[in-house]
T-cell receptor, first 112, second 117 residues
């Protein structure tokens, strides 16, 4: 079965420092991977996706993610965190049946 | 960009009543919409896949008679929680795929918070 794991419930980082939110996946076949962000009481906003091509994917709000096939990872990164980046981040994989399976989410807290 | 709306954003109802939640794709056509449920501090759980003009496909463990889904047009899907109980209180989120875009991307609505007293 397709699945994603987000090993960290929460990530704390100081403003201006680089941030990484981890995601590993388990899929059969080629993975379609996504990152979404959720602010309190809001729906999900799309950040970026990997379908094929370059392993480094650039997305919205300065975020990027690196697809690593050998490590089956798709970590989300940003060179310099902002306080406004504080939110809940979800990694997801397309199961191939047009369904998304989400990770458990990682809460990012960026301190001033 | 593709926009999905949900109505209402919040609803409070009494136990035993039914509640209808609407999901609309505002600027694109969506043959497929998805309904998710999210408990506090938890991930999204797919409830059902809504297909325009046909019956919804429910995930294992989701009661189809309790969560009625209708996808009558290419821009509207509705979720009706029938005979709601306090344990149905949750955040319900819909998403839609743009038929013409040909991508795997889902566009999410802002969610509906249901509180059953």
């Amino acid at each position: 079965a397709q699945s994603v794991a987000q090993p960290e419930d929460q990530v704390n980082v100081a403003e201006g420092n680089p941030l990484t939110v981890k995601c590993t996946y388990s899929v059969s076949g080629n993975p379609y991977l996504f990152w979404y962000v959720q602010y309190p009481n809001r729906g999900l906003q799309f950040l970026l996706k990997y379908i094929t091509g370059d392993n480094l994917v650039k997305g919205s709000y300065g975020f990027e993610a690196e697809f690593n096939k050998s490590q089956t990872s798709f970590h989300l990164k940003k060179p310099s965190a902002l306080v406004s980046d504080s939110a809940l981040y979800f990694c997801a994989v397309d199961t191939g049946f047009q369904k998304l399976v989400f990770g458990t989410g990682t809460r990012l807290l960026v301190s001033p | 960009g593709a926009v999905v709306s949900q109505h209402p954003s919040r609803v409070i109802c009494k136990s035993g009543t039914s509640v209808k939640i609407e999901c609309r794709s505002l600027d694109f056509q969506a043959t497929t919409m998805f309904w998710y449920r999210q408990f506090p501090k938890q991930s999204l759980m797919l409830m059902a896949t809504s297909n325009e003009g046909s019956k919804a496909t429910y995930e294992q463990g989701v009661e189809k008679d309790k969560f009625l889904i209708n996808h009558a047009s290419l821009t509207l899907s509705t979720l009706t929680v029938t005979s709601a109980h306090p344990e149905d209180s949750s955040f319900y989120i819909c998403s839609a795929k743009d038929v013409l875009a040909g991508t795997n991307e889902q566009f999410f609505g802002p969610g509906t918070r249901l509180t059953v007293l």
